[in-house]
């Protein structure tokens, strides 16, 4: 952006939105183009000006420091590659942020397009949703400020946080001292650095054009639910993270650690999610993490516990250990302590996927590659193996089904 344009901007900020500006510094580049009106008309609520103002002249942006935690803001545009959609965005989540307290909390909370309910604006990089309070007032310069924490380990006790103040307000409390956060070390949500940059994942996003009448923005979802196979059916029906967390390192530094090679459709389903939880439920490790939470570490852990298994009790696990002929090698596991992994009889794409459950008794090889029985259960068809849970009658996949991605570790303060 040019000197001229930089000084435009800070013209036609007024109030709250130039003294925010005056803080983080001008845009760092274009902000895609708004239709206001389309926007208001399809939401069916207006917007506070404030917001308006800022991501008209910012667009999607990250506020804070590359070391510490971020606010990003998401704005109504289409990124390059597609992945990222402002009205599927905000439908997805509307509905896992009704799916995610209900797991923990009785205390439920309601979203837009319900009258007065929460509208998403942001997150950080924690993976926390911001939302505008729509019930509070008919005038959305009033509407304050709500946070949804996605941190399990705080969520029994309280997912939600009420500002009480409205965006831009908060955001400079933020950079000034920090605001409270539940779901952050030290409870706290700042200070942020008053740095601003592009959300990468957005960088050169276009304008948003509105649903036609009648359409969908999760039409693809839906579609999904019974079209397509392999990978881009999953990623069709539960959206990978925009900024996945997969470790440093490469596959070669898994294969050295593990003593094999890993099929090839587990591999691309990694790297597109990263770590993370399938409805907090099947757990799936940072592929390239060398600590003791990513996958190769993840995968030996599993393989001594079966291997101790196998050898005190095979006549309740009888498949042997990997690296004995078709032997078990384990990749994922359950919150109900179930082992899915791989029977190991011949290349690693031939591999048959197999699942050793915790309560029940070890049963046949299924037939499919990894991805293919996960779409199988995301789809509500549980894979003929009492290791995976089956939904209730008549429920809509879409309504449990989600990726809860795992965050870059250097996201937290220090």
Request: proline share 13%; with cysteine.
């Amino acid at each position: 952006m040019s000197e001229a344009d930089v000084s435009l901007v800070r013209m036609e900020l007024t109030g709250p939105a130039a003294a925010f500006a005056a803080l983080v510094g001008p845009p760092p580049a274009p902000a895609p183009a708004v239709d206001w009106a389309a926007v208001e008309a399809w939401l069916e609520v207006p917007l506070p000006a404030d917001y308006k103002a800022l991501v008209s002249a910012y667009g999607p942006v990250e506020i804070g420091g590359p070391q510490g935690v971020r606010v990003r803001l998401h704005t109504p545009c289409v990124s390059v590659d597609g992945r990222y959609e402002y009205g599927s965005w905000l439908v997805e989540t509307h509905r896992h942020s009704a799916i995610r307290p209900s797991m923990f909390t009785r205390e439920q909370r309601v979203f837009l397009p319900t009258e007065g309910g929460l509208l998403v604006f942001g997150e950080t990089s924690s993976g926390d949703h911001l939302f505008w309070d729509t019930s509070v007032s008919k005038d959305p310069d009033e509407w304050p400020v709500v946070l949804l924490t996605t941190n399990i380990a705080v969520m029994v006790d309280e997912p939600w946080v009420d500002y009480e103040v409205p965006l831009l307000e908060l955001l400079s409390a933020a950079i000034r001292g920090g605001v409270p956060n539940p779901g952050e070390p030290g409870r706290k949500l700042g200070p942020l650095t008053p740095e601003v940059r592009v959300f990468a994942p957005l960088a050169g996003a276009g304008p948003w054009t509105r649903p036609a009448p009648g359409g969908y923005p999760d039409a693809r979802q839906h579609a999904a639910l019974t079209e397509g196979e392999g990978l881009p059916a999953v990623l069709d029906l539960i959206p990978p993270p925009l900024t996945p967390y997969r470790g440093q390192g490469s596959w070669d530094e898994v294969f050295e650690r593990i003593g094999t090679r890993l099929p090839t459709d587990f591999m691309e389903l990694a790297e597109r999610y990263g770590g993370g939880t399938w409805s907090w439920w099947l757990t799936q490790c940072p592929p390239f993490d060398q600590g003791r939470y990513g996958l190769a570490a993840d995968i030996l852990e599993m393989l001594d516990g079966y291997r101790t298994l196998h050898e005190a009790h095979p006549q309740y696990h009888p498949m042997p250990p990997w690296p004995a002929p078709g032997g078990f090698l384990p990749c994922a596991s359950t919150i109900d302590g179930d082992v899915v992994g791989w029977c190991t009889e011949g290349e690693p794409d031939d591999w048959r996927v197999m699942i050793h459950p915790r309560h029940a008794e070890q049963g046949e090889p299924l037939a499919g590659t990894f991805t293919a029985t996960l779409l199988h259960w995301l789809r509500g068809n549980p894979p003929g193996n009492e290791g995976f849970r089956a939904l209730p009658a008549g429920m809509d996949p879409l309504d449990v089904m989600f990726f809860e991605p795992y965050t870059e570790p250097s996201a937290d303060p220090a």
